[in-house]
Nanobody, 121 residues
């Protein structure tokens, strides 16, 4: 089993910054992709940023130039640095991790519990 623990959400004024963290633990052989998704009421969960095991990154157009995704492979931890935050960035942010289980080498897809980010105008 794989557990994801998110932290770093909160309330911030427009123009401010927050840093989200997602730490993966458990029976992990290796991690492939890691990503952050955002969900707001009445809308589907949407990809905000993602990174691959090779270091490639992908961002939603709405956050390009403001958000930076990174990962510490040794710690199985992913970060999302969010700068110049806007009210429309408000939502619940979920981390998602894909990888292989230890011993069985089967694929896993895990979601974090979500962390609330609120940007006031």
């Amino acid at each position: 089993q794989v557990q994801l623990v998110e932290s770093g959400g909160g309330l911030v004024q427009a123009g401010g910054s927050l840093r989200l963290s997602c730490a993966a633990s458990g029976s992990i052989f290796s991690i492939n992709g890691m990503g952050w998704y955002r969900q707001t009421p009445g809308k589907q969960r949407e990809l905000v940023a993602a990174t691959t095991s090779g270091g490639g990154t992908n961002y939603a157009d709405s956050v390009k130039g403001r958000f930076t995704i990174s990962r510490d492979k040794a710690k199985n931890t992913m970060y999302l640095q969010m700068n110049s935050l806007k009210p429309e960035d408000t939502g619940v942010y979920f981390c998602n991790v894909d990888g292989y289980y230890k011993l069985s080498y089967q694929i896993f897809h895990s979601w974090g519990q979500g962390t609330q980010v609120t940007v006031s105008s």
